[in-house]
C-alpha cells in the first residue's frame, strides 16, 4: 500500500512507544515508525514481551505492528524517509554543572536535532514531544534551519498529557490535544498537519492551537499545578493525624465543591513518577534565571513538602516501631510509583526502602510489575535486602507489613493468612488509604494510614 504520510518518532519509552501505537492504529494510511538508539529496547517492541508494561498496549501493537507500525533501530533511514519526525527522547534532570538538580539536560534532545539535521534531504515537521523548557523549540528551529542544505525544518510544540497505566485511554480519549507553532504560514500548515493527524479520533474541540512558547510552558504547568494538588493534601493529613480528623474525609468534602474538584487529592507517601519532579525543578530553574526568586521558591515548595511526606512516612514507621526497626524484617508491598505500570522512577518506594535499609530493617520488596526495575534501582544495595514476586511469601515472618503503592490485588490479599505467617505486634502501614482499616485492626492488625488516627492493640 501506497501511504498518504511517513512519520517517524525518535525515541520509544513510555511516551514515543504507546502514542505511536495510537497514530498508527487511528491513522491507517499513515506509515509510522520508532526509532531508537537502544537495540535492547527495539527488539523488546518487536517481540511478544514489550519493554513496558501498560494495560491495553500489547492488544493495539499486535494490531498494527507489521502493518503500518515498525520498530527499529535504523534512525538514518528513518530519518530521511519520513514527512514529520516526532522527537521523544529523555530529557532527564541536569546532573553535573550549571543548573545540576534542577535544570533539564539536553544534551540527547540536541544530539536528535543535529541527527535530523545531518540525515535530511527534503523540508520536515518536527514535532517536541518530550517536555522541554520553555524556548526549546526555538533552540531547535537555530540548529535546524542554520543550513546550507536549502532544506526547511518548521518546529512544532505537542506536549504530551499521558499518565502511566492509563495510557492508552488518555491516548484514546484525551481531556485535550495541545499544538503549538509559530504564527507564519509554513509554522501555521506544520500546524494544521500535526492537527490533521489527531482529528482522526480526537473531537475538533479538544485540540487547541496556541503559540510554542504556550505549549511549551503549558506542560509544565499542567504537571506543576498536579503535584502541587498532591502537595496540598499531604500537609492536611499530617495535620489530621494529629488532630482526628479524617483526610478521605476532608477530601471528599473539599472536592465537592466544584471550584476545587475532587481529582488528585488523595494523600499518599507522595508523588513519584518521571515527570513531577523534574518538571517543577526545570520550571524552578527557568524562573530563577529570569530573576523571578519568589515564584521558583513557591513551586519548589511543592518538591520539598513531598519530601518531607515521604521521610514522615519512614518516623511513623520507626516512631511506632517502638523506634528501632533494625534486623526487624519489612515487607513492601509495592514498588511501581503508582497501580498498573513496571515504572520505579522517583517512586517514594525507593526513599522509603532506602530509609528502612539505612535503619538496617531486613526489608523484602513485592510488586506484580516493578520487580525487575527494583533490581536494578536497588543494585548497588550491600544491606539486607531480597526481592519475592509472591506477597505471601514476603510477608512471611515479616514484623510490618507496607503497603507503597496502589495495586488493586493488594486489596484481595487474605490478610488473615498474612497476619497469621507474621511476627507479633504486627504493623500494617498503608501509605495509600487501600486497604480496609477497621477490618485489618478487627483482625488483629496494629494499622497506621495516611492522614488517620492510628488503630492500635496497645
Ligand atoms: C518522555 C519524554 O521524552 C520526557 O521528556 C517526558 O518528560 C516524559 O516522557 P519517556 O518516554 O518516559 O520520556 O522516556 P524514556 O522511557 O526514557 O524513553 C526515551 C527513549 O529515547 C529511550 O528509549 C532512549 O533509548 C531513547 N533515546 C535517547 C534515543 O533514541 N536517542 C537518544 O539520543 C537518546
Ligand atoms: C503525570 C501527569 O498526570 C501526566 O499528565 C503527564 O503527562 C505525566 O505526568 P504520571 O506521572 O504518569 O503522569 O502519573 P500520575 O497519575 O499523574 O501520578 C503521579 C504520582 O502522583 C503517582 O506517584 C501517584 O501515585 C501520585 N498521586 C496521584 C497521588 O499521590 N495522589 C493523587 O491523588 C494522584
Given at each position: 500500500?501506497?501511504?498518504?504520510?511517513?512519520?517517524?518518532?525518535?525515541?520509544?519509552?513510555?511516551?514515543?512507544?504507546?502514542?505511536?501505537?495510537?497514530?498508527?492504529?487511528?491513522?491507517?494510511?499513515?506509515?509510522?515508525?520508532?526509532?531508537?538508539?537502544?537495540?535492547?529496547?527495539?527488539?523488546?517492541?518487536?517481540?511478544?514481551?514489550?519493554?513496558?508494561?501498560?494495560?491495553?498496549?500489547?492488544?493495539?501493537?499486535?494490531?498494527?505492528?507489521?502493518?503500518?507500525?515498525?520498530?527499529?533501530?535504523?534512525?538514518?533511514?528513518?530519518?530521511?524517509?519520513?514527512?514529520?519526525?516526532?522527537?521523544?527522547?529523555?530529557?532527564?534532570?541536569?546532573?553535573?554543572?550549571?543548573?545540576?538538580?534542577?535544570?533539564?539536560?539536553?544534551?540527547?534532545?540536541?544530539?536528535?536535532?543535529?541527527?535530523?539535521?545531518a540525515y535530511s534531504t527534503?523540508?520536515?515537521?518536527?514535532?517536541?514531544?518530550?517536555?522541554?523548557?520553555?524556548?526549546?523549540?526555538e533552540a531547535m528551529e537555530?540548529?535546524?534551519?542554520?543550513?546550507?542544505?536549502?532544506?526547511?525544518?518548521?518546529?512544532?510544540?505537542?506536549?504530551?498529557?499521558?499518565?502511566?497505566?492509563?495510557?492508552?485511554?488518555?491516548?484514546?480519549?484525551?481531556?485535550?490535544?495541545?499544538?503549538?507553532?509559530?504564527?507564519?504560514?509554513?509554522?501555521?500548515?506544520?500546524?494544521?498537519?500535526?492537527?490533521?493527524?489527531?482529528?482522526?479520533?480526537?473531537?475538533?474541540?479538544?485540540?487547541?492551537?496556541?503559540?510554542?512558547?504556550?505549549?511549551?510552558?503549558?506542560?509544565?504547568?499542567?504537571?506543576?499545578?498536579?503535584?502541587?494538588?498532591?502537595?496540598?493534601?499531604?500537609?492536611?493529613?499530617?495535620?489530621?493525624?494529629?488532630?482526628?480528623?479524617?483526610?478521605?474525609?476532608?477530601?471528599?468534602?473539599?472536592?465537592?465543591?466544584?471550584?476545587?474538584?475532587?481529582?488528585?487529592?488523595?494523600?499518599?507517601?507522595?508523588?513519584?513518577?518521571?515527570?513531577?519532579?523534574?518538571?517543577?525543578?526545570?520550571?524552578?530553574?527557568?524562573?530563577?534565571?529570569?530573576?523571578?526568586?519568589?515564584?521558583?521558591?513557591?513551586?519548589?515548595?511543592?518538591?520539598?513538602?513531598?519530601?518531607?511526606?515521604?521521610?514522615?512516612?519512614?518516623?511513623?514507621?520507626?516512631?511506632?516501631?517502638?523506634?528501632?526497626?533494625?534486623?526487624?524484617?519489612?515487607?513492601?508491598?509495592?514498588?511501581?510509583?503508582?497501580?498498573?505500570?513496571?515504572?520505579?522512577?522517583?517512586?517514594?518506594?525507593?526513599?522509603?526502602?532506602?530509609?528502612?535499609?539505612?535503619?538496617?530493617?531486613?526489608?523484602?520488596?513485592?510488586?506484580?510489575?516493578?520487580?525487575?526495575?527494583?533490581?536494578?534501582?536497588?543494585?548497588?544495595?550491600?544491606?539486607?535486602?531480597?526481592?519475592?514476586?509472591?506477597?505471601?511469601?514476603?510477608?512471611?515472618?515479616?514484623?510490618?507489613?507496607?503497603?507503597?503503592?496502589?495495586?488493586?490485588?493488594?486489596?484481595?490479599?487474605?490478610?488473615?493468612?498474612?497476619?497469621?505467617?507474621?511476627?507479633?505486634?504486627?504493623?500494617?502501614?498503608?501509605?495509600?488509604?487501600?486497604?480496609?482499616?477497621?477490618?485489618?485492626?478487627?483482625?488483629?492488625?496494629?494499622?497506621f494510614a495516611i492522614g488517620?488516627?492510628?488503630?492500635?492493640?496497645?
Amino acid at each position: 500500500m501506497e501511504f498518504e504520510k511517513k512519520i517517524l518518532c525518535i525515541g520509544a519509552g513510555y511516551v514515543g512507544g504507546p502514542t505511536m501505537a495510537m497514530i498508527a492504529a487511528k491513522c491507517p494510511r499513515y506509515k509510522v515508525t520508532v526509532v531508537d538508539i537502544n537495540p535492547a529496547r527495539i527488539a523488546a517492541w518487536n517481540s511478544d514481551s514489550l519493554p513496558i508494561y501498560e494495560p491495553g498496549l500489547d492488544v493495539l501493537v499486535q494490531k498494527t505492528r507489521g502493518v503500518n507500525l515498525f520498530f527499529s533501530t535504523a534512525v538514518e533511514a528513518g530519518i530521511r524517509d519520513a514527512d514529520i519526525i516526532f522527537v521523544s527522547v529523555n530529557t532527564p534532570t541536569k546532573t553535573f554543572g550549571q543548573g545540576a538538580g534542577k535544570a533539564a539536560d539536553l544534551q540527547f534532545w540536541e544530539k536528535t536535532a543535529r541527527q535530523i539535521l545531518a540525515y535530511s534531504t527534503a523540508d520536515k515537521i518536527v514535532v517536541d514531544k518530550s517536555t522541554l523548557p520553555v524556548r526549546t523549540a526555538e533552540a531547535m528551529e537555530r540548529i535546524l534551519n542554520n543550513n546550507t542544505k536549502n532544506v526547511h525544518f518548521e518546529v512544532v510544540s505537542n506536549p504530551e498529557f499521558l499518565a502511566e497505566g492509563t495510557a492508552i485511554a488518555d491516548l484514546e480519549n484525551p481531556d485535550r490535544v495541545l499544538i503549538g507553532s509559530q504564527e507564519t504560514p509554513t509554522g501555521l500548515a506544520a500546524r494544521k498537519a500535526i492537527v490533521d493527524i489527531y482529528s482522526h479520533w480526537v473531537r475538533r474541540d479538544c485540540i487547541l492551537e496556541s503559540n510554542v512558547w504556550s505549549a511549551e510552558l503549558s506542560k509544565l504547568t499542567a504537571n506543576a499545578f498536579l503535584a502541587q494538588r498532591i502537595s496540598s493534601i499531604s500537609p492536611i493529613s499530617a495535620l489530621c493525624e494529629k488532630t482526628q480528623a479524617d483526610v478521605v474525609e476532608v477530601a471528599n468534602a473539599i472536592g465537592r465543591d466544584s471550584r476545587i474538584g475532587g481529582k488528585f487529592l488523595k494523600a499518599g507517601v507522595g508523588f513519584g513518577g518521571s515527570c513531577f519532579k523534574k518538571d517543577i525543578l526545570n520550571l524552578v530553574y527557568i524562573c530563577q534565571s529570569y530573576g523571578l526568586t519568589e515564584v521558583a521558591e513557591y513551586w519548589e515548595s511543592v518538591v520539598k513538602i513531598n519530601g518531607w511526606q515521604e521521610n514522615r512516612f519512614i518516623r511513623t514507621m520507626l516512631e511506632n516501631m517502638f523506634n528501632t526497626v533494625a534486623g526487624k524484617r519489612i515487607a513492601l508491598l509495592g514498588f511501581a510509583f503508582k497501580a498498573d505500570t513496571g515504572d520505579t522512577r522517583e517512586s517514594p518506594a525507593l526513599v522509603i526502602a532506602r530509609g528502612l535499609l539505612e535503619e538496617r530493617a531486613q526489608v523484602v520488596i513485592t510488586d506484580p510489575k516493578a520487580l525487575d526495575n527494583a533490581r536494578q534501582d536497588l543494585h548497588a544495595v550491600k544491606e539486607d535486602l531480597s526481592f519475592e514476586a509472591d506477597p505471601y511469601c514476603a510477608a512471611e515472618g515479616a514484623h510490618a507489613v507496607v503497603l507503597l503503592t496502589d495495586w488493586k490485588l493488594y486489596q484481595d490479599l487474605d490478610y488473615q493468612r498474612i497476619l497469621r505467617s507474621m511476627e507479633h505486634p504486627a504493623f500494617l502501614f498503608d501509605g495509600r488509604n487501600l486497604l480496609d482499616h477497621k477490618k485489618l485492626f478487627e483482625l488483629g492488625f496494629n494499622v497506621f494510614a495516611i492522614g488517620k488516627a492510628p488503630l492500635k492493640h496497645f
